[in-house]
């Protein structure tokens, strides 16, 4: 138990992070060779950045538009998000192991905070699995891995959760803490080949939007060569 | 914005189909709106062929790649979609319809996919999800509200318009649109409506004569004069349909005295192009910047339509010399502009009913134009309304993206595609409703006489017609006939 529970913490955990960052870093780099290249293709090159940077925004913090458009399953959606961005970067214990994995740290959330936020989050993330099932609309738009994510994320804050606040015998806090890591370097590990990777291409979303409607110049001919189709009626 | 979904009755009244039995047997495509004859073998081959070569020329590949990574299925686009909200069937959610073109891509454009289809066997594009897309892509009406609720940022809009110009490429498409299309680009008239230039003439001078007695003061239709400041290219539709939203703008130019022309060459705005082929937007674009070149104009000047201003404004640059090409404006922009100038006055007692403004889903919803109209309004209506939602947030007349021109599917639209709107303008309880647009006038009065709403629709212009006062000096002396001013002069 304890070789694997090194292995996980150790090795696995080095490579999952090592993956997740390559992956994601390879996930904006293609978007931003795709946008470089568009922005070139296109005949019309002017951008309304404007537009594209206040709808970012709105969209990283979206309090703006809840209101009206599923206002509950919203709000659950935007507390859950503060506790899973939150709790693994900022919690004491995490921040001791980031400083022994890659030498600094950074201020801790206080203790009450975790306490509190890691209940929401898991409070949170049993609610919007119980949304997607019933909602007819979001259950019959889901794939699989709408269903298994929230399900996936849970794991490590309900093991997390038991082994810092729940009286265990030394042999059970081994295991939760084993399924803690574990269920975590999975998440790193599957992130930039899921939907997870909205983490870091959502910032990128308005500008491709925008882009993508700058056609251009001479698609007409270009397509109808391809097709074979020159000088065809319409 | 929510409603209860529509009655098994209407909704059978809506999908009711007018295409013949042997039609659709022969076409092998079960949609509802009538389709010219297309070759049937191999559909898939043919989409995929069509798909590919439009990726490589475009620039949708960088928008598709990026919403498969990251669509996280969230659903709020549902409780946006005026279709899906009448309609309650979940294959009229926005993200469904988009995931029907995102899953061929998926399948068939990326390596992933193309590897992982191959080894199971499976999800190769067929000739039921080909039916499938025909039938889902015309249930849009391309308002694009959804796109503004998606937290992920993904515009479905982008995905419909996509599918619909890959699936033109193979013969399907709307008859309405392609028949008008190929009249417009290569028939005689060279307009949608398939109007003679000497019809036009008549209609415009008839149209002179009925403003003279009217309003007492010489309002003209300048035609092909050269050098003007404003070509004028209105969607054609309004010389048959829309007489007295002309009759408004040739009066606010009347008034300030401004140069503007309609070319004979070529007066027609719509473009159906930006509905199904991005081929067909391109040559229709080409040639209202043709035209006003020949006439050495110095701006484009699009009527009061949404689409056709949508797609001069954003595709002209495009098309025809990005920075460098014509400048194009909006007929309410003009008019708004010359009014806050001070060159515009109103009669603010002749307009006392209720009225209210409809946001045309074109010019509103990227924030192009939404104030001015209100403005003008404001300035000489006692009794506005408001309809909310409005502005970017306005909700469709139910005809967008091309809907409006296929008559076949008119139940559709006045059940499905417009009840969210026929609520909206239940509520304000208005008795004129404003449209600053051809497909929006069309739709809305067709929705209004089958929902049995009391409530006219008009043009802005039409109003200003109404209310507008002419300087002095404009007007015509009485007994003396308008050819003998020059004279007196």
């Known amino acids: ?234 | 914005m929510r409603t209860n979904p529509i009655t098994p009755e209407e909704r059978g009244k809506a999908f009711a189909t007018q295409r013949k039995p042997e039609v659709l047997k022969k076409q092998n495509l079960d949609v509802r709106y009538h389709i010219e004859d297309f070759e049937t073998n191999d559909r898939p081959g043919r989409f995929l062929e069509a798909f590919a070569a439009i990726l490589k020329h475009s620039n949708y590949k960088m928008a598709l790649d990026h919403f498969i990574r990251m669509s996280a299925k969230c659903g709020r686009c549902a409780t946006t979609c005026q279709v899906y909200q009448a309609t309650g069937d979940p294959k009229d959610i926005p993200c469904y319809r988009s995931e029907l073109l995102l899953s061929v891509y998926r399948r068939h454009f990326t390596l992933g996919g193309m590897l992982k289809g191959r080894l199971l066997g499976s999800g190769y594009l067929t000739d039921e999800k080909i039916q499938e897309m025909a039938e889902s892509f015309w249930n849009c009406t391309a308002c694009r509200r959804c796109t503004l609720e998606c937290p992920s940022g993904i515009d479905h809009a982008l995905i419909t318009h996509l599918g619909r110009y890959i699936l033109s490429e193979i013969g399907i498409a709307p008859r309405a649109l392609v028949v008008s299309t190929r009249e417009q680009l290569e028939g005689a008239t060279g307009n949608t409506s398939a109007i003679p230039v000497p019809a036009l003439i008549d209609t415009l001078e008839f149209l002179e004569e009925d403003m003279l007695e009217e309003k007492n003061v010489e309002i003209k239709f300048p035609m092909d004069v050269e050098n003007a400041d404003y070509v004028f290219i209105p969607a054609v539709s309004d010389y048959l349909m829309e007489a007295e939203t002309l009759m408004g703008i040739a009066a606010v130019f009347t008034a300030t005295g401004d140069s503007w022309t309609t070319g004979t060459g070529y007066f027609d705005g719509i473009n159906y192009g930006l509905f199904y082929s991005d081929r067909i937007l391109e040559r229709v674009v080409k040639k209202i910047d043709a035209e006003t070149k020949r006439l050495k104009g110095k701006n484009v000047l699009i009527g009061e339509c949404g689409h056709a201003s949508r797609s001069a404004k954003y595709y002209l640059p495009t098309y025809c010399g990005g920075k460098d090409a014509f400048p194009v404006i909006n007929i309410m922009e003009y008019t708004h502009k010359v009014w806050k100038e001070g060159k515009l006055k109103f009669d603010p007692n002749i307009v006392t009913e209720k009225v209210a403004y409809h946001d045309p889903c074109n010019i509103a919803r990227q924030k192009w134009i939404i104030d001015q109209p209100r403005e003008l309004l404001k300035a000489f209506c006692k009794n506005y309304v408001e309809m909310t939602p409005f502005g970017a947030d306005n909700i469709c007349c139910g005809g967008g993206g091309g809907t409006i021109s296929i008559d076949e599917i008119r139940p559709y639209r006045t059940t499905i595609g417009g009840k969210l709107k026929a609520d909206q303008i239940r509520r304000s309880g208005c008795n004129i409703l404003i449209a600053p647009c051809a497909n929006c006038k069309k739709q809305l009065r067709e929705l209004v006489e089958d929902q049995k709403i009391d409530c006219e629709v008009m043009g802005l212009h039409d109003l200003i017609y109404k209310a507008i006062i002419f300087d002095d000096s404009l007007i015509v002396k009485k007994d003396v006939q308008p050819e003998n001013i020059a004279e007196e002069k």
Not at chain 1, 130 to 154: A, E, H, M, T, Y
Not at chain 1, 186 to 214: D, E, G, N, R
Request: glycine share 4%; aromatic share 14%; net charge positive.
């Open chain 1, 1 to 234: 138990m304890d070789s694997l529970l090194e292995f996980a913490r150790g090795p696995l955990f080095r490579f999952s992070i090592i993956i997740m960052i390559l992956g994601l870093a390879r996930l904006i780099a293609l978007d931003l060779y795709s946008i470089f290249r568009a922005h070139q293709k296109a005949g019309d090159k002017s951008l309304p950045w404007g537009l594209i940077i206040s709808r970012s925004i709105e969209w990283l913090f979206p309090v703006k538009r809840i209101a009206h458009n599923r206002p509950i399953y919203s709000i659950f959606s935007i507390l859950f998000h503060i506790g899973l961005l939150l709790v693994p970067l900022f919690l004491f214990a995490h921040i001791q192991l980031w400083e022994k994995g890659i030498g600094f740290s950074w201020p801790a959330l206080p203790y009450n905070w975790a306490y509190w936020l890691t209940i929401s989050t898991i409070i949170f993330a049993v609610l919007l699995i119980i949304g997607r099932i019933f909602n007819k609309s979001s259950s019959f738009i889901s794939r699989k891995q709408d269903f298994l994510w929230p399900v996936l994320l849970l794991i490590p804050f309900v093991t997390g959760f038991v082994c810092s606040h729940l009286n265990l015998s030394p042999s059970n806090y081994r295991l939760f803490m084993l399924i803690h890591i574990l269920s975590g370097d999975m998440i790193f590990l599957l992130m930039p080949f899921t939907k997870i990777a909205h983490c870091v291409l959502m910032p990128l979303s308005q500008v491709i939007c925008t882009l993508a409607w700058k056609f251009p110049a001479d698609t007409d001919d270009k397509v109808c060569t391809t097709l074979n189709k020159k000088g065809a009626a319409v």
